[in-house]
């Protein structure tokens, strides 16, 4: 079952993401640099469910949490049609459809959100993840090169995004771009 999280599911939403961080070298944090408390995490997600154009979603399977994705809003005015991405797994249910539901159910609430844009970075060695966000629709925008450090070596990130839908002006203006770029 995949649902909105709720401020109760803090504890649980802290185990899940810490024990994420030690399954995989593919996200942000390491083993055991998450340092929130429990009352830190449930006001983390009161915060995140205020704003409109935010939301967490947890997958759950036998009451147990497997899997979330987050969706952070921008706050500026132009920018709060923008939401970015943050997603992790439990390894045990890694390849099963999971991530693919998350995201199918992500898009369903932003784009009742009035979101427009998703956007997430991704470690470009993670070839699993870079699979499953162009399978959802996600391109490549750009590389950071040596975002990461781990183990002494650099990494770069992939910046990727995914368009909802697209307004008059969008079209207008990718249609013209070129024009401008000229004159």
């Not at 997600?45 to 704003?51: G, T």
């Not at 999971?98 to 993670?126: C, D, H, M, P, Y």
Request: overall charge positive.
């Amino acid at each position: 079952m995949i649902r909105t999280i709720r401020e109760t599911d803090a504890e649980a939403f802290l185990k899940l993401c810490k024990t994420i961080d030690s399954e995989t070298e593919n996200m942000l944090y390491e083993e055991g640099e998450r340092n929130l408390t429990v009352e830190e995490q449930k006001e983390s997600i009161r915060q995140h469910l205020q704003q409109l154009n935010s939301t967490i979603l947890v997958a759950e399977k036998n009451g147990k949490l497997a899997g979330y994705i987050t969706a952070t809003g921008e706050t500026a005015n132009r920018t709060k049609h923008t939401a970015t991405i943050s997603v992790g797994v439990l390894q045990s249910y890694a390849g099963m459809g999971l991530g693919t539901r998350l995201f199918e159910k992500l898009e369903k609430w932003a784009k009742q959100a009035g979101i427009v844009r998703l956007e997430l970075v991704v470690l470009s060695s993670n070839i699993p993840a870079i699979r499953l966000y162009r399978k959802m629709g996600f391109r490549v925008e750009g590389a950071k090169r040596g975002a990461c450090l781990m183990d002494g070596v650099l990494y770069d990130d992939f910046l990727m995004s995914k368009l909802l839908k697209r307004s008059r002006f969008v079209k207008r203006h990718t249609q013209n771009k070129d024009e401008k770029v000229r004159a």
